[in-house]
């Protein structure tokens, strides 16, 4: 797993992270302010939780030079209890996203906390994850972009806020892992997530992986939690979940990868059109430095992916998030890792180009009936709206990261990441704090 920050649904702005044999992988942001939602989600191991950003332990990526034999001993039979021991991991985690109010404004808070042991063979995993997500109120001139209101009176839903406790089991063994959970209870829909996933080494520098999932949609409430239209509690729209298979291989020699993986999901949501999408990814990378205490790498990466439908607006019958009919880039990561005595540290970026297209929407897709009266009051009422125009761009993506962690003793860790994405006026930021314990890591 790549060590930053990631986050299911978040997206570096112009970052494809290098993709070891059993990691996961983000893709290009779009490179305007109309695609607030982001692209299509990460994709974690089916190990860990599906929405639940992964905790890092970039130490894990570097090894510190031992003095002696005995000292390389103790390291190493340290290590193993670490990766074996029952663990406990917790942190408090913030995502911000641009946006307008009510709609793709997006502030996301989640205190994941996680408990990992072994019972016996492989490793099994609990987490529960508190989360709140708070899009703001939607301006008076913004509510006909919402719910019914194009076709009806107009109405103020509200504050758009919604908080739960998301929950997520995992196994792994060897090249196999499986997990399930559930989107946050307490939300307005709650959606059964999980996966399961095979990854053989085919052999000591070519990986495989394959995954079967059904992962959330996180890239607004909308698409998270799912909306109300404040007429009736009984009107809700969204929650939408990513459902299908994605195929990798992976190369990786020690000094040269390169990596290939392609997906095809369904987007299911309540009252919501369901979607198709293809995806794939083709890079590479060299490793200029690579030392027992720090590693450069730099590399290149093509992405592509195309939706059937544009259903990222806010109007009934859409999901709120980023679906373009065609989507490229060409983007060029580097990262930097090293350990100075108990204290390991990141930087990483990346600048890329991207071209986005989107076809023209209606604004009721799922209901025929809405959407005909729309179009019936659109022949007297020059002011009504029935479509959304199709639109496109070309521009330039921009990823900043950092992390860094101090090993307290051989049990315990204490960390912080961030991350800032931008592209055109489109702006993210994510910030994680977090405790790592294992029991028996300092015997």
Known sequence: MPPYLQSQGSYPAAYVPYVPPTGSYGAPAPAARQAQA??????????SDGYVPPFIDPASRVQRQPDNLMSDIQTSLAQIRRETGPSFEGGIRFRGRDGDSGLDRLNDIQAPMKATFSPGAGRLTATLTPTYLNAGDISSGDLDRFGLNPLLPLLDPG?????????????????????????????????????????????????????????AVTDSLLSYAGAEDARTEDLTWGGVTRNGARVELNYDDGAVGAYVNGAYYKLHGEDTETNDMFEMNLGAYYRFIQRRDEELKVGGNLTYFSYDKNLRYFTMGHGGYFSPQNYVSFSVPAEYVARRDRVTYLLGGAIGIQDWKEDSALVFPHDRGAQAALEDRARTDATAVTTYDAQDDTGIGLNVRGQIEYEVNR???????????????WFEATGLIYLRHTLGGDR
């Open 38 to 47: 982001r692209p299509p989600q990460t994709y974690p191991s089916p190990a």
């Open 159 to 215: 504050k758009q806020d919604a908080a739960g406790v998301g929950v997520n089991v995992g196994y792994g063994i060897d090249a196999f892992a499986v997990d399930l959970g559930v989107t946050p209870l307490g939300f307005d829909l709650i959606n059964p997530v999980g996966g399961v996933s095979f990854a053989p080494m085919l052999d000591q520098n070519i990986g495989l992986k394959f995954t079967l999932e059904r992962r």
């Open 411 to 425: 049990q315990t860790s204490i960390g912080a990441a961030a991350s800032m994405d931008s592209a055109a006026d």
